[in-house]
């Protein structure tokens, strides 16, 4: 069981974790070719159309996922690059151990709040999940949930109605489910350790727990999909949103800096050894900066001195990956997906060549797209003007991104 020592952690991750439950099988779906998280809807995965939401949310943090351990592959499968970016966990017998395990896994993060969300719920919202954050308190849970509209009716043993039951503040729990960390999973080992494990959700933990939960609407939109014609329509939901004309929006960027003295040049998050370093207030990373002015103008987002301005101390020397990542947050925060991000990097040393892959290595992580979508290119300036002269650097970059369309009239 959780002690009260880690209960008290004063270092708290202020950002809110988030547990995904996905280690069930799906059995009511009645699929043949796998469990419902992992088929199609929309030419996607369910569980990647999840993963989408919570990663490019800002307030999100570290991201559990508890998957069945025979699922290791199906999972990498179907979350491609976002594979990488989240924690995996194998589950437990039922939803509620892979929940705990999936808190256990959150110890090191010492996260002040968490989410727990089904990964068949893939329509969750931006709006919903903010919601969901701004009811959690110190000691107080939030459960998004929508008031039950249809008459509800109670059978007795003989298969007819016994009686008709009022739905007078009956409502219907949903997902994500937000709650301090550590009451939570004190609870969770708590029921563990009784042997407690008929509960159906984690608001009824917290309630057997005496954590109070307080409702936030829900969204009509939020559904679980639990049978097979929940899959299918999903799937006609989608695929006519695909129908609709796509968004695409190209951004560029450009950005120059001079040359002062020092030992090496970092371009595209890439150390290079050379007779001189960039000056700049963060590493100087031209083709960085440029690409995050690319991304920001797919969005009308400002450009990076908005975002970062050099005059504020706390970006000194840092790395300007950070400042690519925040960027690429924000676009897919809009509902945006990255297309393609070309760069050009105008100088006439040091050589770039040799180190076009590991550029290409790097920008696929911070953008969490395939190598393939990524162009980096080199060229001089004939030694014409101040890139001739070698006193400095210039990139242009170009970012593509796909965002939802409209139908068109």
């Given at each position: 069981?959780?002690?009260?020592?880690?209960?008290?952690?004063?270092?708290?991750?202020?950002?809110?974790?988030?547990?995904?439950?996905?280690?069930?099988?799906?059995?009511?779906?009645?699929?043949?070719?796998?469990?419902?998280?992992?088929?199609?809807?929309?030419?996607?995965?369910?569980?990647?159309?999840?993963?989408?939401?919570?990663?490019?949310?800002?307030?999100?943090?570290?991201?559990?996922?508890?998957?069945?351990?025979?699922?290791?592959?199906?999972?990498?499968?179907?979350?491609?690059?976002?594979?990488?970016?989240?924690?995996?966990?194998?589950?437990?017998?039922?939803?509620?151990?892979?929940v705990r395990l999936g808190l256990l896994a959150l110890r090191g993060h010492a996260p002040s709040q968490v989410l727990v969300h089904d990964a068949v719920r893939p329509f969750v919202d931006a709006e919903l999940i903010d919601r969901t954050i701004a009811a959690i308190g110190e000691r107080q849970g939030a459960l998004p949930a929508l008031p039950v509209a249809d008459t509800l009716k109670r059978e007795s043993a003989a298969g007819m109605i016994g009686e008709t039951v009022s739905r007078s503040g009956l409502h219907a729990a949903q997902t994500p489910q937000g709650f301090p960390f550590w009451p939570i999973l004190a609870a969770h080992e708590k029921a563990h350790?009784?042997?407690?494990?008929?509960?159906?959700?984690?608001?009824?933990?917290?309630?057997?727990?005496?954590?109070?939960?307080?409702?936030?609407?829900?969204?009509?939109?939020?559904?679980?999909?639990?049978?097979?014609?929940?899959?299918?329509?999903?799937?006609?939901?989608?695929?006519?949103?695909?129908?609709?004309?796509?968004?695409?929006?190209t951004g560029n960027g450009y950005d120059v800096h001079a040359f002062e003295p020092g030992d090496h040049v970092t371009l595209c998050g890439v150390s290079i050894p050379h007779d001189k370093k960039l000056a700049g207030h963060s590493d100087a990373d031209v083709g960085l900066h440029a690409l995050t002015d690319a991304l920001l103008a797919t969005c009308g987002a400002g450009d990076i001195g908005t975002h970062f301005p050099p005059s504020d101390p706390q970006w000194k020397g840092v790395a300007s990956r950070i400042f690519v990542e925040h960027a690429a947050r924000l676009v897919r925060a809009r509902g945006g997906r990255i297309a393609n991000a070309d760069i050009t990097l105008i100088c006439e040393a040091p050589r770039v060549g040799p180190h076009r892959e590991a550029m290409t290595e790097i920008l696929s992580e911070m953008l969490a797209i395939s190598r393939d979508r990524i162009s980096i290119k080199a060229t001089t300036n004939e030694k014409l003007g101040f890139v001739g002269r070698e006193e400095g650097i210039a990139a242009i970059a170009t970012a593509s991104v796909v965002f939802p369309g409209d139908v068109p009239e």
């Amino acid at each position: 069981m959780t002690d009260a020592s880690e209960m008290r952690a004063l270092a708290t991750d202020s950002r809110v974790a988030v547990v995904i439950v996905a280690a069930g099988r799906g059995a009511r779906a009645g699929q043949t070719d796998g469990p419902k998280q992992y088929q199609r809807i929309g030419g996607r995965a369910v569980i990647a159309r999840t993963l989408d939401m919570f990663l490019a949310h800002p307030r999100i943090g570290p991201v559990v996922v508890a998957i069945h351990a025979d699922d290791s592959a199906l999972f990498r499968s179907a979350a491609g690059a976002n594979a990488d970016r989240v924690i995996t966990v194998t589950g437990g017998a039922s939803r509620q151990d892979s929940v705990r395990l999936g808190l256990l896994a959150l110890r090191g993060h010492a996260p002040s709040q968490v989410l727990v969300h089904d990964a068949v719920r893939p329509f969750v919202d931006a709006e919903l999940i903010d919601r969901t954050i701004a009811a959690i308190g110190e000691r107080q849970g939030a459960l998004p949930a929508l008031p039950v509209a249809d008459t509800l009716k109670r059978e007795s043993a003989a298969g007819m109605i016994g009686e008709t039951v009022s739905r007078s503040g009956l409502h219907a729990a949903q997902t994500p489910q937000g709650f301090p960390f550590w009451p939570i999973l004190a609870a969770h080992e708590k029921a563990h350790h009784l042997g407690k494990a008929d509960f159906t959700d984690d608001a009824a933990i917290a309630e057997w727990a005496h954590i109070p939960v307080k409702i936030v609407p829900g969204s009509p939109d939020n559904v679980k999909l639990t049978w097979a014609r929940d899959i299918s329509m999903a799937d006609q939901r989608l695929s006519g949103e695909r129908l609709r004309f796509p968004d695409i929006r190209t951004g560029n960027g450009y950005d120059v800096h001079a040359f002062e003295p020092g030992d090496h040049v970092t371009l595209c998050g890439v150390s290079i050894p050379h007779d001189k370093k960039l000056a700049g207030h963060s590493d100087a990373d031209v083709g960085l900066h440029a690409l995050t002015d690319a991304l920001l103008a797919t969005c009308g987002a400002g450009d990076i001195g908005t975002h970062f301005p050099p005059s504020d101390p706390q970006w000194k020397g840092v790395a300007s990956r950070i400042f690519v990542e925040h960027a690429a947050r924000l676009v897919r925060a809009r509902g945006g997906r990255i297309a393609n991000a070309d760069i050009t990097l105008i100088c006439e040393a040091p050589r770039v060549g040799p180190h076009r892959e590991a550029m290409t290595e790097i920008l696929s992580e911070m953008l969490a797209i395939s190598r393939d979508r990524i162009s980096i290119k080199a060229t001089t300036n004939e030694k014409l003007g101040f890139v001739g002269r070698e006193e400095g650097i210039a990139a242009i970059a170009t970012a593509s991104v796909v965002f939802p369309g409209d139908v068109p009239e």
